[in-house]
């Protein structure tokens, strides 16, 4: 027995043991730490031995365990605390969370019963963290589970909006390699999207345009700084377009870039209306020639450009005789024809890089950027003057125009743009008086013909 | 030898666990404040294999799903019949009852924890030691019982040590809490010998073995 009483009490639960007519006979060691049992507590019912309430529940058990030998379970979750039980080194306000099993067995053909008690406050503590971390991560995983929805249908509306936007939007890793093209960049580069998904971009395109254009996209890429390019590509299903790139970085959280979105306008209308634009702003819509605003801009540099090198100039401004009776006589729609017809004929005996403007009226204006000696000036003057006088034919008739000019030479004749003009201006009425006294010496210049 | 019961018998235990049932409903609202309704049970001896095939169809929607089991064995006074009673739930609905009368309904564990297998243990031993009072009420003998032990496993392990060709007396058993339906099944396991007694015994107490 003595060994029994030494295993009783080297165990980390309670036992009470209680007699066929219910009294307490024996306590182990935990129980005896754990229970406040009244001085005299050998011997006497269980309600007595203890100083506190015990659960009715137990006494019943321990009632039927008794009489009828059923053995019973009280779980811990139905009845807390069941026998006043405190921790050792505790509050008198703290109790014990127990467990207790009410086992009938037979001593000598007697009934008894036995108590076992279990200290489940720490079993408890766990579950109960244990059902709010499972609380939290359920609550978690709804979180998430709402946020995927969320990106799944922003992800649905991007592809949607992707699908629907007039530009090309393309994506590409870091490298350049493609990783998203939606269906109208698919066309404007002329892609396959099984094929070239995870090649360059510029796969598709020719290499003398993808090389530069690439190499330029990557520079800008590597320095994260926004691409803006334009380029002309004709594809197999149409006509040659512009295109306007404009790429930048995206970044993951951290901001490093991860990736390159771009997106592709086809600007043909607007570079085509651009273009038309800026030759309307510099050029005379009838002849083709630069217009006067061009003209003045062109002299401006080239004098500056002579300034600086030390060379000369030449200013030369050019006005026709007998327009104004042609105009008059056979209608606008003539006039233009001969105003047409002169300004190919001066452009044509002029280099190409000499400058040629309608200043307005049958006014032009020629610009040497180098002056020629004053021989070949002249020699080149007489034959323009030839030119010029050369008959222009209106279908049945055909006309003879002359012209009267003036030469203004940088620096001689001026320092500025102003002074220039006005000297080659001043020098062309000279000229035009002196022509006009000779007129009137000979016959006028009738038309030729009917 | 005879062992199967006649329909009288078999209302006739019927009943008997349907008043310890009765009271082990009593025991369970006044543990939880709430009332549980039990079904008055269905009783018969049947084969152990018919057993595992009504187990595996009724009830068992999925036949992987894990059982558990509350078991005590008892033994009569007269040392004339040795039981194992097992009251078998499906496992899952066995938790969602014990998370419903501790009022834990919204617990998201999926497995049940040590405290609330305790309990489980409490309610089976509620039910099998109110069979079992009926029981020895009828054998006239007094059964004394150990402590339910709880366990789970799979439907095709219940057997796996013992003779498909065994006898068991089976009461099933509905339970309704609240809006939760759970059937659950009591055996009761014996050797020949008991159930020869057993059988004996019950024609005794019904009066039925005039014939």
């Not at chain 1, 629907?164 to 960049?185: I, K, W």
């Not at chain 1, 010029?388 to 940088?410: N, T, W």
């Not at chain 2, 001896?45 to 078991?71: F, N, T, Y």
Request: proline residues 4%.
């Amino acid at each position: 027995m003595r060994s029994v009483d030494t295993l009783l009490n080297s165990v980390d639960m309670g036992f009470v043991t209680l007699n066929e007519s219910g009294a307490v006979q024996a306590c182990n060691l935990w129980m005896l730490q754990h229970a406040r049992l009244k001085p005299d507590w050998i011997g006497q019912p269980l309600p007595d031995a203890f100083d506190g309430v015990i659960d009715p529940h137990l006494l019943s058990a321990v009632k039927e365990a008794l009489s009828k030998g059923c053995s019973s379970r009280l779980s811990h979750a139905f009845h807390p605390m069941p026998l006043p039980l405190y921790p050792v080194r505790g509050q008198d306000s703290e109790r014990l969370q127990q467990a207790v099993n009410v086992i009938a067995y037979e001593v000598d053909g007697q009934r008894h019963c036995a108590l076992q008690v279990r200290d489940v406050t720490e079993a408890l503590r766990r579950e109960q963290l244990l059902k709010q971390q499972a609380q939290q991560l359920a609550r978690d995983v709804a979180e998430l589970r709402q946020a995927q929805a969320e990106v799944a249908r922003q992800s649905l509306r991007f592809s949607e909006m992707a699908k629907l936007a007039p530009v090309g939007l393309f994506e590409t890793d870091m490298a350049g390699r493609l990783t998203y093209a939606n269906d109208r960049c698919v066309e404007m580069l002329g892609l396959n999207p099984e094929r070239d998904l995870g090649k360059p971009w510029t796969q598709t395109l020719s290499p003398e345009l993808a090389v530069p254009l690439f190499t330029r996209w990557r520079c800008a890429a590597d320095s994260d700084t926004r691409v803006v390019e334009e380029f002309s590509l004709a594809g197999a299903r149409h006509e040659e377009r512009r295109y306007r790139l404009e790429a930048g970085p995206i970044r993951d959280l951290l901001q490093t870039p991860i990736g390159i979105i771009s997106t592709l306008m086809d600007v043909t209308d607007l570079y085509h209306r651009a273009e038309r634009h800026e030759f309307r702003a510099n050029h005379d819509v009838l002849t083709g020639l630069s217009n006067r605003h061009r003209f003045e801009k062109r002299v401006t540099a080239a004098l500056a450009g002579a300034e600086a090198l030390n060379q000369s100039m030449a200013l030369v401004y050019l006005d026709l005789d007998g327009f104004k009776p042609v105009n008059d006589q056979f209608g606008h729609a003539a006039g233009d024809i001969v105003l047409r017809t002169i300004a190919k004929r001066i452009r044509g005996t002029l280099r190409s890089d000499d400058t040629v403007a309608r200043l307005g009226g049958d006014e032009f204006g020629i610009l040497f950027t180098e002056a020629p000696e004053a021989k070949q000036l002249q020699a080149l003057l007489d034959k323009l003057t030839q030119a010029i006088a050369k008959p222009v034919s209106l279908g049945d008739v055909e006309v003879r125009i002359g012209c009267s000019y003036g030469v203004a030479i940088f620096p001689g004749d001026g320092v500025d743009v102003q002074s220039l003009m006005q000297h080659a201006d001043h020098a062309m009425y000279i000229h035009k008086a002196a022509r006009k006294h000779d007129l009137e010496a000979s016959p006028a210049p009738a038309p030729l013909g009917d | 030898m005879k062992v199967e019961l006649s329909e009288l018998e078999r209302d006739a235990l019927a009943e008997a666990f349907n008043l310890s049932l009765g009271q082990a409903a009593a025991s369970f609202a006044d543990i939880v404040n709430e009332e549980i309704q039990v079904s008055v049970p269905q009783v018969e001896i049947i084969l152990r294999q018919e057993l595992m095939l009504r187990l595996g169809s009724a009830g068992q929607p999925d036949q992987d799903e894990s059982l558990c089991a509350i078991s005590q064995t008892f033994r009569s006074a007269d040392e004339q019949i040795a039981a194992e009673a097992l009251l078998l739930f499906p496992e899952r609905g066995g938790l969602e009852i014990v998370r419903r009368m501790l009022g834990e309904s919204s617990t998201p564990l999926e497995q049940i924890t040590e405290l609330e297998q305790d309990a489980l243990g409490e309610i089976g031993n509620i039910i099998i030691n109110a069979c079992m009072n009926s029981l020895s009420d009828v054998f006239d003998v007094e059964m004394v019982g150990t402590l339910p032990s709880v366990s789970r496993f799979d439907l095709q392990e219940l057997f796996d040590d013992k003779d498909g060709n065994m006898h068991v007396l089976v009461a099933q058993i509905g339970m309704r809490l609240s809006t939760q339906d759970i059937t659950g099944h009591m055996l009761i396991l014996m050797d020949l010998p008991s159930l020869r007694s057993v059988i004996d015994r019950i024609q005794v107490f019904f009066g039925l073995n005039a014939g």
